[in-house]
């Protein structure tokens, strides 16, 4: 089964906006990374929320995680053109030794 | 700032041959992990390695792949034979603990023809 599915897979925004990205999952999970890759590169971690968290924020990102839905989002606040990435979320299973990525949303900001 | 560094940057090899992989992971970090991308497609779990064992592994870590902690600092991932299909960027990830952020290196682009 697929775990860790974001919506919408593209997101075209202007500067200075805000840019939603949601994931879904389908198993229990411990907890939920949010990654950012720029195109072809590694990927740089942003935030984890645990199973027992519903909110956190880091800068100008905030990530809320519903483990009844099982569901996150992350929300990025005054969209710049260098947030231009794809962001993943990745799922730990409760076990803690596999992490599932999703698809991941492409985050275009328009400058 | 720690961070996993990865080498080669980039391999090229042919169809058939043995590929290794290395990775330094940070340095007091316990948990291992190997990831590959192929090309416009989603980060994909190989295998997890802690206290010098294989924790857990995905259905494409087949026979072909093994990995290795030869040392106190290297992880390595060894393909014995290579497939066209195994091209692919591979990345090492580092945790703490197992319920803690993993961080990623720089990845290796590998590439067989």
């Known amino acids: 089964s697929q775990q860790g599915e974001e919506d919408p897979q593209a997101l075209s925004i202007q500067e200075g906006e805000n840019a939603t990205m949601n994931c879904s999952y389908k198993t229990s999970i411990n907890n939920l990374q949010w990654y950012r890759q720029n195109s072809g590169r590694g990927l740089v971690h942003l935030i984890l929320?645990?199973?027992?968290?519903r909110e956190k924020h880091s800068g100008r990102l905030r990530v809320t995680l519903d483990t009844s839905k099982k569901s996150s989002s992350l929300l990025i606040t005054a969209s710049r053109a260098a947030d231009t990435a794809s962001y993943f979320c990745?799922?730990?299973?409760?076990?803690?030794?596999?992490?599932?990525f999703g698809a991941g949303t492409r985050l275009f900001v328009k400058a | 700032e720690p961070e996993v560094t990865q080498t080669p940057s980039h391999q090229v090899t042919q169809m058939g041959q043995e590929v290794i992989l290395r990775c330094v992971p940070i340095?007091?970090?316990?948990?291992f992990y190997w990831y590959r991308q192929i090309l416009g497609q989603k980060v994909e779990f190989l295998v997890s390695?802690?206290?010098?064992?294989?924790?857990?592994k995905s259905e494409i870590f087949d026979d072909q792949f093994s990995v290795e902690r030869p040392d106190g600092s290297n992880f390595t991932l060894k393909i014995r034979s290579t497939k066209l299909e195994d091209s692919a960027m591979y990345f090492c990830a580092s945790s703490a603990t197992a319920q803690e952020t993993q961080y990623f290196g720089p990845g290796t682009r590998l590439l067989v023809l």
């Open positions: 990745a799922t730990g299973n409760t076990g803690g030794f596999k992490t599932i």
């Open positions: 340095s007091n970090h316990l948990y």
């Open positions: 390695f802690y206290n010098n064992e294989i924790s857990e």
């Open positions: 929320i645990r199973s027992n968290e």
